[in-house]
């Protein structure tokens, strides 16, 4: 069952097909049949990159590596008109996600969005529409213009000169502060647009600083999802009841106070909270798991 993400506008609302001008999947050595043909009947131009990697590359740490893959795509995602849909190869979509709205300002050359958003946290409700404006780590699918991309090619380079790249380190905790502090915009739809149905990174299970072994999923979902998570291991039953935990852990986040995170951009008023927050409850109580 689909639904609108936002509420109350008398403007046909945009769509993802609509902006979105090239989907890349990044993938390695993983098979990405299922993704890619998702996503081509949804109507997107899909473009599969695998990076051929060189000596000196294969000893970067497998986070790194996947950094270098996500650089890869903003590079080509500056040459493209409009937007470009990046998506890890164990995204998976949501049925009818190229007829989902657009939930970012598409006008505003500096905004972004997360299709896919692990543990979000919501920032401040922008316009007449209920933007949300939020932060989350997790790169398993998101959508970029030009510019952005530039931005974050910049990100790139500041934690590479930084960072030993064969060693372990959460550059995408990092990523969207770094272009936020460049003027980008980063949003969320109300529920996402699709699933993270990989197994965790082992590296993230063995750095202390990473919770619940680098697992994360979607605590709630748009609609149902095209095919069923590599997670669910060809079972319905283990499917739902790794979704049911997700919701649970999205109210437990709730009820502890980690859906709003509070910057010094927004100056929000008691009133500005409980919307949120009661933003963050409705979210909730949707289906399918």
């Avoid at 790194?64 to 979509?93: M, Q």
């Avoid at 030993?164 to 502060?177: A, G, I, N, P, V």
Wanted: with cysteine; net charge positive.
């Amino acid at each position: 069952m689909r639904r609108n993400a936002e509420r109350g506008s008398s403007r046909t609302p945009q769509v993802l097909r609509h902006v979105v001008a090239k989907a890349i999947i990044l993938a390695w050595r993983e098979d990405v049949g299922k993704l890619q043909a998702s996503l081509e009947c949804e109507g997107f131009d899909v473009e599969v990159l695998r990076p051929d990697y060189t000596d000196e590359e294969l000893k970067f740490s497998k986070n790194s590596r996947t950094f270098l893959n996500h650089k890869n795509a903003w590079e080509k995602a500056i040459a493209y008109e409009g937007y470009t849909l990046v998506c890890e190869a164990d995204f998976v979509p949501c049925r009818g996600i190229g007829e989902f709205e657009v939930f970012w300002p598409a006008d505003n050359p500096r905004a972004w969005g997360y299709l896919y958003q692990g543990s979000p946290r919501l920032l401040a409700i922008i316009g007449e529409k209920r933007l949300l404006r939020g932060h989350t780590a997790p790169l398993v699918s998101y959508v970029i213009n030009s510019h952005v991309a530039g931005l974050m090619m910049k990100f790139f380079d500041y934690e590479a000169g930084r960072h030993d790249l064969r060693s372990y380190f959460t550059f995408d905790s990092h990523l969207q502060w770094y272009v936020m502090g460049l003027g980008a915009e980063a949003y969320i739809p109300w529920r996402h647009y699709g699933e993270h149905g990989g197994m965790p990174n082992p590296e993230h299970a063995r750095a202390s600083s990473v919770t619940s072994r680098g697992e994360h999923r979607a605590d709630n979902l748009m609609s149902s999802l095209h095919f069923l998570p590599a997670y669910a291991r060809g079972s319905h039953v283990s499917f739902l009841r790794t979704r049911f935990v997700s919701r649970l852990l999205g109210f437990a986040r709730l009820a502890m106070g980690r859906w709003i995170a509070v910057t010094n951009v927004y100056n929000l008023t008691p009133v500005d909270r409980a919307r949120m927050y009661l933003i963050g409850f409705r979210r909730l109580l949707s289906y399918p798991l």
